[in-house]
């Protein structure tokens, strides 16, 4: 974050009628703090003030956050005019909108509308104008004491929970829902749409890391874990994502986040940006791995496998994420990390535990719009406009940054064919090398380095035994003069593999000069091919045969190696 131009100032003073194209009878201010409370009132106010010309809208900038870095930012790629918020007092707003509590709003007699920016009032953290902590959510007493303040909530039990906290805000609770929920709710239907955007491929499972904020989130106990996530599922099964707190970008910034989790992008992990894209990554989720956040008990209410590895104390009790901390299993980070998201992916509990989940956080889900836009329209004392009530709306298809795997760590191994005359079966499991290196042979293994030629390491290309070409060769000759050249440049290496462009096949060259072709493997990964004529030549089979790749749970796979011509 950071970097990109301010925002354009709002036309502001008692003059501003004169440069005006809509002459909007009320006035309403939206208070930007963070990036987390900006993001919330950006993705609903368009629903909410669709088409009304009545309404002039005006965000003001309030710097005095530990983690308003990037809230700038993020006004600009939306096109906002920002008012500085030292000159909210030059103005008379009808109404001031907020996701954030701790705001220091100025005297006046209009109303303060706060919408929570996560699931209800689930965390303690750090008083900015104390040295002790305060449930997050919860506005300031001297707010609460003018009657000003309206607090917007998704479920009774929040409501009380705010007012034993907080008795002063009697009456001004509204119970709208959670329109974040609602989009979730609405998109599930287009998960594989949303896999497809991020690049997980057909079979594949997606584990999202999901990280709060804070030393007791799940990055700051275990800033390593997508990395070792990473290194334990095998990468042509699982894709890994992480969604980390906008908190943790402002307070860090992209360069320290992409520093720590270097391993991790270099293994393909796909880092999910703060802003909006998140919830669709979550609906294409298969399990969560994650903390006491929002994003985490969004994805349990969602129906999503969960394990937590990480609970604070500063969660609070009795919340619906401490119901989801007593019945969710918790992760082993000494454990067999495979084998325990593989438990979580089959639990055939999940359903009862979701169902539970979204009854204590969320009060009749699909109608947060309407109820807030009635809400707003009230304050602002309008008529809300003609029309239908507005909805909650599929979500985009979300975006990731992440890095192209180009080299792998590489076990095999052999087994006859489950039917007589069936051939072989060679089972292979590839985890980045970036963060697992291939361990020795086993007596019933056979293990591996292998580099895309795009490798940048060249230590590791080097080591390796297989290469790989980045582009399929324009024909088999070509191939195997593209083989012939790599293996003369690196003479560690044992085997060279290319696809070829003019078919489904791709070369493998050896380094006695001999050349095979296999038939039935995804030309997108030559890698496969190898693997398997790797684990025929160790194992002494002849070059020519019929195999059975096997890729764990994935589709098995007909394989033909046949000796090229030429």
Same mark, same amino acid.
């Given at each position: 974050?950071?970097?990109?131009?301010?925002?354009?100032?709002?036309?502001?003073?008692?003059?501003?009628?004169?440069?005006?194209?809509?002459?909007?009878?009320?006035?309403?201010?939206?208070?930007?703090?963070?990036?987390?409370?900006?993001?919330?009132?950006?993705?609903?106010?368009?629903?909410?003030?669709?088409?009304?010309?009545?309404?002039?809208?005006?965000?003001?900038?309030?710097?005095?956050?530990?983690?308003?870095?990037?809230?700038?930012?993020?006004?600009?790629?939306?096109?906002?005019?920002? *008012?500085?918020?030292?000159?909210?007092?030059? =103005?008379?707003?009808?109404?001031?909108?907020?996701?954030?509590?701790? =705001?220091?709003?100025?005297?006046?007699?209009?109303?303060?509308?706060?919408?929570?920016?996560?699931?209800?009032?689930?965390?303690? $953290?750090? +008083?900015?104008?104390?040295?002790?902590? /305060?449930?997050?959510?919860?506005?300031?007493?001297?707010?609460?004491?003018?009657?000003?303040?309206?607090?917007?909530?998704?479920?009774?039990?929040?409501?009380?929970?705010?007012?034993?906290?907080?008795?002063?805000?009697?009456?001004?609770?509204?119970?709208?829902?959670?329109?974040?929920?609602?989009?979730?709710?609405?998109?599930?239907?287009? @998960?594989?749409?949303?896999?497809?955007?991020?690049?997980?491929?057909? #079979?594949? /499972?997606?584990?999202?890391?999901?990280?709060?904020?804070?030393?007791?989130?799940?990055?700051?106990?275990?800033?390593?874990?997508?990395?070792?996530?990473?290194?334990?599922?095998?990468?042509?099964?699982?894709?890994?994502?992480?969604?980390?707190?906008?908190?943790?970008?402002?307070?860090?910034?992209?360069?320290? =986040?992409?520093?720590?989790?270097?391993?991790?992008?270099?293994?393909?992990?796909?880092?999910?940006?703060?802003?909006?894209?998140?919830?669709?990554?979550?609906?294409?989720?298969?399990?969560?791995?994650?903390?006491?956040?929002?994003?985490?008990?969004?994805?349990?209410?969602?129906?999503?496998?969960?394990?937590?590895?990480?609970?604070?104390?500063?969660?609070?009790?009795?919340?619906?994420?401490?119901?989801?901390?007593?019945?969710?299993?918790?992760?082993?980070?000494?454990?067999?990390?495979?084998?325990?998201?593989?438990?979580?992916?089959?639990?055939?509990?999940?359903?009862?535990?979701?169902?539970?989940?979204?009854?204590?956080?969320?009060?009749?889900?699909?109608?947060?719009?309407?109820?807030?836009?009635?809400?707003?329209?009230?304050?602002?004392?309008?008529?809300?406009?003609?029309?239908?009530?507005? &909805?909650?709306?599929? *979500?985009?298809?979300?975006?990731?940054? &992440?890095?192209?795997?180009?080299?792998?760590? $590489?076990?095999?191994?052999?087994? +006859?064919?489950?039917?007589?005359?069936? #051939?072989?079966?060679?089972?292979?499991?590839?985890?980045?090398?970036?963060?697992?290196?291939?361990?020795?042979?086993?007596?019933?293994?056979?293990?591996?380095?292998?580099?895309?030629?795009?490798?940048?390491?060249?230590?590791?290309?080097?080591?390796?035994?297989?290469?790989?070409?980045?582009?399929?060769?324009?024909?088999?000759?070509?191939?195997?003069?593209?083989?012939?050249?790599?293996?003369?440049?690196?003479? #560690?290496?044992? *085997?060279?593999?290319?696809?070829?462009?003019?078919?489904?096949?791709?070369? =493998? @060259?050896?380094?006695?000069?001999?050349?095979?072709?296999?038939?039935?493997?995804?030309?997108?990964?030559?890698?496969?091919?190898?693997?398997?004529?790797?684990?025929?030549?160790? @194992?002494?089979?002849?070059?020519?045969?019929?195999?059975?790749?096997?890729?764990?749970?994935?589709?098995?796979?007909?394989?033909? $190696?046949?000796?090229? &011509?030429?």
């Amino acid at each position: 974050m950071g970097g990109s131009p301010e925002p354009l100032r709002a036309l502001v003073g008692d003059d501003a009628w004169r440069w005006s194209t809509f002459r909007g009878s009320r006035t309403l201010v939206v208070a930007a703090r963070t990036v987390t409370s900006t993001v919330r009132i950006l993705e609903c106010l368009p629903a909410l003030l669709r088409g009304d010309a009545r309404v002039t809208v005006v965000f003001a900038h309030d710097p005095t956050s530990a983690f308003s870095e990037g809230v700038t930012d993020v006004l600009h790629d939306a096109g906002c005019r920002v *008012l500085p918020w030292d000159r909210l007092g030059d =103005i008379a707003p009808d109404l001031v909108l907020s996701a954030s509590e701790n =705001i220091d709003v100025p005297d006046g007699d209009y109303p303060v509308l706060v919408l929570p920016h996560g699931v209800g009032f689930q965390k303690l $953290v750090p +008083d900015s104008r104390t040295s002790r902590s /305060r449930l997050s959510g919860a506005v300031p007493d001297a707010l609460l004491d003018t009657g000003r303040a309206w607090l917007a909530t998704s479920h009774p039990d929040q409501e009380r929970q705010l007012l034993a906290a907080h008795p002063k805000a009697a009456g001004h609770t509204l119970p709208v829902g959670d329109p974040c929920f609602d989009e979730l709710l609405a998109s599930r239907g287009h @998960a594989d749409a949303y896999k497809a955007a991020l690049g997980v491929a057909a #079979g594949q /499972r997606l584990v999202l890391v999901s990280s709060t904020w804070g030393p007791t989130s799940l990055l700051g106990r275990a800033p390593e874990l997508p990395a070792r996530l990473l290194a334990a599922l095998p990468c042509d099964e699982y894709r890994v994502a992480a969604v980390l707190h906008p908190n943790v970008w402002s307070a860090h910034g992209p360069w320290q =986040i992409r520093t720590v989790q270097a391993a991790a992008l270099d293994a393909g992990l796909l880092l999910v940006p703060p802003v909006h894209a998140w919830r669709s990554a979550l609906v294409a989720a298969d399990a969560v791995v994650g903390d006491h956040g929002s994003v985490t008990l969004y994805g349990a209410a969602l129906g999503k496998p969960v394990l937590l590895g990480a609970y604070g104390s500063d969660a609070v009790p009795g919340t619906a994420v401490a119901h989801l901390a007593r019945t969710a299993p918790r992760l082993d980070l000494d454990g067999d990390l495979r084998a325990q998201l593989a438990a979580a992916l089959r639990e055939p509990s999940t359903a009862s535990v979701s169902a539970e989940v979204a009854r204590l956080a969320f009060a009749e889900p699909g109608r947060a719009l309407p109820r807030l836009r009635a809400a707003l329209y009230r304050l602002l004392g309008l008529p809300e406009p003609a029309g239908d009530p507005p &909805s909650a709306l599929v *979500l985009p298809p979300p975006r990731a940054e &992440s890095r192209d795997v180009t080299s792998w760590a $590489v076990t095999t191994s052999l087994t +006859d064919g489950a039917l007589p005359g069936s #051939g072989p079966v060679v089972d292979v499991r590839r985890t980045p090398a970036a963060v697992s290196r291939a361990d020795g042979d086993t007596a019933r293994t056979y293990t591996h380095l292998a580099c895309d030629e795009a490798e940048r390491d060249r230590r590791l290309t080097e080591s390796a035994s297989v290469l790989t070409a980045t582009c399929p060769a324009t024909s088999a000759a070509a191939a195997r003069r593209w083989a012939e050249d790599v293996l003369c440049r690196f003479p #560690g290496a044992l *085997l060279a593999a290319s696809a070829v462009a003019d078919g489904d096949d791709v070369l =493998i @060259a050896l380094r006695d000069g001999r050349s095979v072709l296999a038939t039935g493997c995804e030309v997108t990964a030559p890698g496969l091919a190898a693997a398997v004529v790797y684990t025929c030549l160790r @194992a002494g089979l002849p070059l020519e045969a019929a195999v059975t790749l096997r890729l764990g749970s994935l589709p098995e796979r007909q394989v033909t $190696v046949r000796r090229a &011509s030429g």
